[in-house]
């Protein structure tokens, strides 16, 4: 009897350990690439409770939403005093040039993300090309203008399409590929006349040809843990047409892509990139996501952003078969990064978005046939909000459906069948993410 009793209180004290041990994670932000970490984080087994702030109606069935900006600097940090945090992870742009992962650090908590400094890479595409003109990192030709009748002449004097690009963050559509001078005019009078993003100067660069891809790595200073890549559709329209977007879909892996190309990213521009940033007193700690692209004379960088990527994050993390809390721990602590293995299922995602995106729209739909879908689809809520059970619109892009599969064939159709199951009088998709390889 003694032994029956003695295993039953054995048990009991492991179960106790086990709870004092789990870990207490923040993520910051409220988009799908939040629901995506979440969820990635939600299979880590050492993970026993998960906060996001401000979250969305999807993240609340998976983590305690907190009714907390993510720009709030010092509500988040107090909330993470509060709250004995042991890790929190910073989503979007916004809260990283905002200064959270300085403002943690300096109070004791740690972070994964990089430093205001380091988020610079993102937050100036001038910073970023002159880094990469210093360190002769692989991009397109470039100038910069403040001065809106100097920008228009030397756009006058180049060849069309030209590629323009707002300096400061935008929110993804701070990017304009005029293919005529009038447009380019507009364009310019946009972001330097009427200061449509902010007062800021704006980018003037060669327009590149080839397709484009998404490499994100982990990066901890000198040391980068390339992730495996995917690709961003960005425009709103099949057929790669209309305004550019946020990102209207995506998949992973990139089959166009070579291992050659992979090792070049890697050695010629991830690396180098994170190395520039040690030398210029900025180390980089978080994910460098690179958007690459493939032209005939190899890889070049189109921009540099400071966090995972979205909607890419929502078919990359799926993909991980390793625990995302090591990895995240392994670059806050700067401790050895532990082996990251990826799943040989592929992965493709379809966003649905308000009519109207990326210029106004409305909010308020409601969305039904959420409840009905196969296990093997999964749904990432980018802008939605719930009532009384139902799930309504509540952004500009809305859902991220993702399909997975032995091939992208198979990953498309399925995602592709389960939207067309999603029933919202107010979303539109593309039906073709994925052209490029299908």
Not at 56 to 73: F, L, R, Y
Not at 77 to 100: C, H, M, Q, R, T
Not at 130 to 146: R, V
Not at 322 to 338: E, G, K, L
Request: proline share 5%.
């Amino acid at each position: 009897m003694h032994g029956i009793n003695q295993e039953v209180e054995d048990k009991t004290y492991i179960v106790n350990i086990t709870d004092v041990y789990m870990k207490k994670v923040l993520v910051i932000g409220g988009g799908g690439r939040e629901h995506a970490i979440v969820d990635a984080l939600s299979r880590s087994p050492q993970v026993g409770k998960i906060y996001c702030a401000p979250g969305n109606a999807g993240i609340s069935a998976q983590a305690e939403c907190v009714a907390i900006k993510d720009t709030d600097v010092e509500g988040l940090k107090n909330f993470a005093l509060e709250n004995g945090i042991d890790l929190a992870v910073v989503g979007p742009e916004v809260a990283l040039a905002a200064g959270v992962v300085d403002a943690f650090k300096a109070a004791g908590l740690r972070i994964f993300g990089p430093s205001k400094a380091a988020a610079t890479i993102e937050a100036s595409k001038d910073f970023a090309k002159q880094l990469m003109a210093k360190y002769n990192i692989p991009t397109a030709a470039f100038e910069t203008f403040e001065d809106y009748d100097a920008a228009l002449e030397y756009v006058k004097k180049g060849s069309l399409p030209v590629v323009l690009k707002y300096d400061g963050l935008a929110a993804g559509k701070g990017v304009v590929i005029p293919e005529t001078l009038e447009e380019a005019e507009e364009t310019l009078k946009d972001m330097l006349l009427d200061d449509k993003f902010g007062k800021g100067k704006v980018v003037v660069e060669e327009f590149l040809t080839g397709p484009e891809f998404s490499f994100m790595c982990f990066v901890d200073g000198n040391d980068v843990y390339p992730m495996t890549l995917s690709q961003d559709h960005k425009r709103a329209y099949e057929g790669d047409k209309g305004p550019n977007t946020g990102g209207m879909g995506a998949y992973s892996p990139v089959p166009i892509i070579t291992d050659e190309d992979l090792e070049f990213s890697l050695e010629k521009v991830m690396k180098p990139t994170a190395a520039a940033m040690v030398s210029e007193g900025c180390p980089f700690t978080g994910v460098l996501y690179g958007g690459l692209m493939k032209t005939p004379q190899g890889p070049k960088v189109i921009e540099f952003n400071c966090r995972f990527g979205d909607p890419e994050t929502e078919v990359v993390l799926p993909r991980l078969a390793s625990d995302i809390y090591d990895i995240f721990s392994a670059v806050a602590d700067h401790t050895p990064m532990p082996e990251i293995e990826w799943k040989k299922e592929v992965t493709m995602g379809f966003v649905m978005a308000s009519k109207g995106y990326p210029g106004s729209y409305d909010k308020g739909y409601e969305i039904a046939g959420l409840d009905n879908l196969p296990e093997d689809i999964r749904v990432f809520h980018m802008g939605t909000s719930c009532k009384d059970g139902k799930y309504y619109t509540a952004g500009g892009r809305v859902l991220m459906v993702v399909g997975f599969g032995a091939d992208l064939q198979e990953a498309h159709d399925k995602a592709l069948a389960a939207v067309e199951s999603i029933e919202c009088e107010n979303l539109f998709y593309r039906r073709d993410i994925g052209w490029r390889v299908l």
